[in-house]
């Protein structure tokens, strides 16, 4: 492919980029959409569930997800939500898995402070906060929240999404959004209270 | 404005600018100062957590991803038709479709509310409606595509056709589906078909 071609897709928009893919079954297309969102996705998915090497599993199989159901997304919401949709519901559903089949017992201290948290800080250098005593709370303090409450309080603290767009991706209404989020932000103050030192109160 | 309705303010839209309204408040309220400070910081220390991994992360999981891909790319459309695949049909599938569009169907029409996003379809392969009809993109490699699943997908996109919101019954029957699907010993577990089934009309009711 020329040089000139890779640096047009590179600079098309998400919505071009799927219709390369719709029309012409594009890889090269899909691949940047593909880098475009895997750090972000990665995020998110990491925040929810909470272990480096399944959420690589859950990335590929979102990603893979989103390939195959791409002629399904007609632009109505931005790309990015209608992905992120299916990142969400594919760590729910591991979630589900995992409390259905006691397979693995959810349990944020051992995830935080035991072995799972020793192999999350050694496999790198990007990693690092959760070495320090305030990264494990965050984290630690995350994996407690009800999972609504997670969801939502990623999508806003670590996505920066609007209220809107939450309850656009989570099917919830806005109002019940604002409520989840305040409620989640409550928890976590709580739970950090001495970590970050709070002061402040907040009107619940 | 007193202070709950600015902290509410300020947790929905910490990141936004501030009108001078909530600005004269915060210069003159320490507490609602406090939170807003607070809720900087947390903002801050999070997205230092969500830094990404190495190259090599990424890397690899594309690898495996395109590979997938490439080894599942439709090879040939084909037109659905009841017979289609019939031996696959395991005992219990065409109980469990006929419960599945009967339990749906009241809570369906008793919804206030909708989520309006398409969902993941993708275990059944890109599914279009053509002309009223439906035609399935097969993936050779899939390691299942039952039929009870299609007849589904045809009372579904029937459904669809008469009711607007059915586009949202189908996603999230299919995310039922699949999560059957990957359940082994479903058949021998009614407890466990019962909890799916819970999740889908709470999925539903919002």
Request: charged share 30%.
């Amino acid at each position: 492919m020329a040089a000139e071609e890779i640096a047009a897709v590179n600079a098309a928009s998400d919505l071009d980029l799927v219709h390369r893919v719709q029309e012409h079954d594009d890889l090269r297309a899909y691949e940047t959409l593909v880098r475009r969102y895997e750090k972000e996705a990665f995020g998110l998915a990491y925040t929810l569930v909470g272990d480096r090497e399944e959420v690589k599993d859950l990335l590929q199989e979102s990603f893979f997800s989103l390939y195959r159901s791409i002629k399904m997304y007609r632009g109505e919401a931005s790309f990015r939500t209608y992905f992120f949709k299916i990142v969400v519901n594919r760590c729910r559903d591991a979630q589900r898995r995992k409390s259905s089949w006691g397979k693995i017992f959810w349990s944020p201290s051992a995830d935080i402070e035991g072995e799972s948290l020793e192999g999350i800080t050694e496999k790198t250098p990007s990693d690092a906060l959760i070495r320090t005593e305030l990264g494990r709370e965050i984290h630690s303090a995350l994996k407690r929240l009800p999972w609504r409450q997670r969801t939502v309080f990623s999508l806003k603290f670590m996505e920066g999404m609007k209220i809107r767009e939450i309850a656009e991706m989570t099917g919830l209404s806005e109002g019940t959004v604002k409520a989840t989020l305040f409620h989640a932000v409550l928890k976590m103050r709580q739970a950090l209270k001495t970590a970050l030192g709070l002061e402040s109160e907040v009107h619940s | 404005m007193n202070c709950r309705t600015l902290q509410e303010r300020l947790i929905e839209s910490f990141d936004q600018e501030r009108s001078p309204e909530e600005t004269s408040h915060l210069s003159a309220c320490s507490a609602c100062l406090g939170l807003f400070e607070e809720l900087k910081r947390f903002r801050s220390e999070i997205k230092k957590a969500q830094a990404a991994p190495d190259t090599a992360f990424f890397d690899e999981m594309r690898r495996g991803l395109f590979a997938q891909i490439r080894e599942n790319r439709p090879s040939k459309e084909i037109r659905v038709t009841p017979i289609f695949r019939k031996e696959r049909i395991p005992v219990w599938a065409p109980v469990l479709a006929g419960l599945l569009v009967l339990a749906l169907i009241p809570v369906l029409l008793s919804r206030q509310q909708l989520p309006t996003i398409q969902g993941d379809l993708a275990f059944l392969g890109a599914l279009e409606t053509v002309e009223g009809e439906v035609s399935i993109e097969v993936y050779p490699e899939d390691p299942v595509l039952l039929e009870e699943e299609i007849a589904i997908t045809d009372e579904l996109l029937l459904a669809q056709s008469e009711e607007p919101e059915g586009e949202v019954w189908i996603q999230e029957t299919f995310q039922l589906l699949e999560t059957l699907e990957e359940t082994e010993d479903l058949e021998s577990d009614p407890a466990l078909l019962e909890e799916e089934f819970l999740f889908l009309d709470e999925v539903l009711s919002g």
